[in-house]
């Protein structure tokens, strides 16, 4: 396995902890008294017994009506005092932070303070919200209606509640909220989960809520350690996580794209260098986001992948014996499938095509071709090997699997649809976990987001992969993603343009989706780049809208690893 020099944070991180305020007790304990016999006392004991039990009972109203008067009025000094803890088998931990693979602190646990209030205390919870909102909005994004109804919270019973968080604010926030003197409102110490870079991986991090429970992403999935104090490190990397939203914010702005989704993934073992799904939003106002922003849909979305599918049918193909490499095909710009006609992108002549050329020009009727030579059982089993149609493994949660007919399902267009990427949908992740075992000599890989994992079985031979490669390679040097190419390395990729199924219709509609996903250094593959952009405007083809976001992205990270050219510059061919 090739290793990748990636920088790292030195230095431990410090010990936190905090210290515990033992509470003063309230009095002396009373020298027990000796008692009456019973036959003269039994009356006087029942009454003294609920003077007693009276007694202790509005000493607990005055010590908690004390305690929030404090909190609420006059403990502003105490706040520098506020330290927020979990007990988690009897030692004080504080949640674990999340760390790049080079260090940088992407969710941190900081000390914070909560708002609650007691609504049965709250007066005119309508302008009590107004004056928290005049605090609170500008830290925590709420509104004062919805300050109101959580100061006008009603418990089971349908009375006002006797407790509702409102915000969790650095201690400063806290002060100003105390400096308003509302009756019922008072604080907590807490933690507050911190992402200091805000929009950075938001969907891949995921969120803790007010209440500490954990939506998405890896606070989710590693909540268990996270919980425990445990720091988890990830393979992503801050910088090109950085690049990759910046070069897709500006893709999808460039094309007024709907939405635009990317991954860097290294070839030999599949580790997610970068993962991004624009648009964003800032993990510190997750509520704010809608739902189909916070999801990971990389991961979650599958699609109909086009034309960046058929590498695999033509990898199918080599690896069982169905074609050879010199194997040649007479290619008419259009061929009929049961009751279906195929036709190629481009009208041209029929002429005679090379396996590299029908891959070069993206050709569907010449692949078509290949997989009516293979067979459509075949081409099923190879599909499965590949690893579509089920989930990658990946160490988050809410993969979806995509969706893969049976051979039994097929229809008699479906040797026509399927061998190009129609018919059948795949998520982004798995498409690029197939390119990564396209590259690194046929062996399949599970993405991962920490640790380190072994390459998975090998589902076709090297001789295969090294095939599949280099046309893979013709694709950008001579055919139609030419604008994925990078000066000093040599690039195989290919470029996708799939139409988009109308939910409403079941039918092919007017958009489309435009990619292109490939890997470098095609002589020595180190990372997996995929981009895909999502109903571009002003031009659908994946060749002009991905290719050159596929360029910048790849050609940052191989610089930024440090990674050999393997290829002479011209001027550098002109001086020998």
């Keep these: 396995m090739k290793t990748t020099t990636q920088r790292r944070a030195s230095g431990r991180r410090r010990a936190r902890g905090g210290r515990v305020v033992q509470l003063r007790r309230a009095g002396r304990p009373r020298r027990a008294r000796r008692g009456r016999p019973r036959s003269e006392a039994s009356g006087a004991v029942g009454h003294r017994r609920l003077r007693v039990a009276l007694l202790a ?43 790049s693979a080079d260090g940088r602190e992407l969710a941190v646990s900081m000390r914070a303070v909560r708002v609650v209030a007691t609504p049965y205390q709250v007066k005119e919870p309508g302008r009590a919200a107004e004056r928290l909102a005049g605090v609170l909005k500008p830290h925590t994004g709420q509104s004062a209606a919805e300050l109101e109804k959580l100061l006008s919270r009603r418990g089971p019973d349908g009375g006002l509640s006797g407790y509702s968080v409102l915000a969790t604010v650095r201690p400063d926030v806290a002060e100003e909220v105390l400096e308003l003197g509302l009756p019922g409102v008072y604080l907590e110490p807490a933690t507050s989960r911190v992402y200091p870079d805000g929009t950075l991986a938001s969907q891949l991090l995921g969120h803790v809520g007010r209440y500490g429970e954990p939506f998405g992403g890896v606070e989710a999935r590693y909540d268990d350690a996270l919980s425990r104090g445990e720091d988890v490190r990830l393979t992503v990397d801050a910088a090109v996580q950085q690049r990759l939203q910046k070069t897709l ?20 073992d599949g580790a997610i260098v970068a993962l991004a799904n624009h648009p964003t939003y800032d993990n510190n106002r997750f509520s704010s986001a809608p739902a189909w922003m916070q999801r990971n849909r990389v991961l979650t979305d599958p699609y109909e992948p086009g034309s960046t599918f058929k590498p695999f049918t033509l990898a199918a193909a080599l690896e069982e014996g169905a074609v ?13 499938v049961s009751d279906r006609i195929i036709h190629d992108s481009l009208p041209h002549e029929t002429r005679v095509m090379s396996l590299a050329e029908i891959l070069a020009e993206s050709s569907n009727v010449g692949t078509v071709q290949v997989a009516m030579r293979l067979g459509g059982r075949a081409l099923t089993r190879y599909i499965e090997d590949f690893g579509f149609g089920e989930p990658t493994g990946v160490d988050l949660w809410g993969e979806d699997p995509g969706r893969v007919p049976e051979y039994r399902e097929w229809s008699g267009s479906s040797i026509g649809n399927i061998p190009i990427g129609q018919g059948l949908t795949v998520t982004p992740l798995q498409l690029a976990a197939g390119y990564a075992m396209l590259a690194n000599g046929g062996h399949r890989v599970t993405p991962h987001v920490t640790g380190v994992e072994e390459p998975g079985p090998r589902v076709i031979s090297r001789r295969t992969s090294d095939i599949v490669r280099g046309m893979l390679r013709e694709v ?15 690039v195989a990729g290919k470029t996708g343009t799939s139409q988009k199924v109308d939910p409403q219709t079941g039918t092919y509609g007017d958009e489309y989706v435009a990619s292109f996903v490939g890997f470098a250094p095609a002589s020595d593959p180190e990372y997996v780049v ?47």
Aim: glycine share 10%.
């Design 249 to 268: 914010a500006a893709t999808a702005d460039r094309y007024n794209a709907r939405s635009a989704l990317g991954l860097v993934l290294r070839a030999d």
């Design 324 to 336: 050879e490499p010199e194997s040649t095909f007479l290619v008419p710009d259009a061929i009929r």
């Design 476 to 490: 950008v040097e001579s055919g139609t993603g030419h604008l994925a190419s990078i000066p000093g390395y040599t």
């Design 530 to 576: 995929l981009i895909v952009v999502d109903e571009p405007q002003g031009s659908i083809w994946g060749e002009r809208v991905a290719a050159p976001a596929f360029r910048e992205v790849m050609s940052f990270t191989l610089s930024y690893f440090n990674v050999p050219p393997d290829r002479e510059r011209p001027e550098e061919a002109e001086q020998r």
């Design 57 to 99: 009972f509005a000493g607990a109203v005055l010590l908690l009506g004390g305690r929030a008067a404090y909190m609420t009025l006059g403990g502003v000094e105490r706040l520098d005092g506020l330290e927020p803890r979990s007990a988690v088998d009897g030692e004080l931990h504080r949640r674990g932070d999340i760390l």
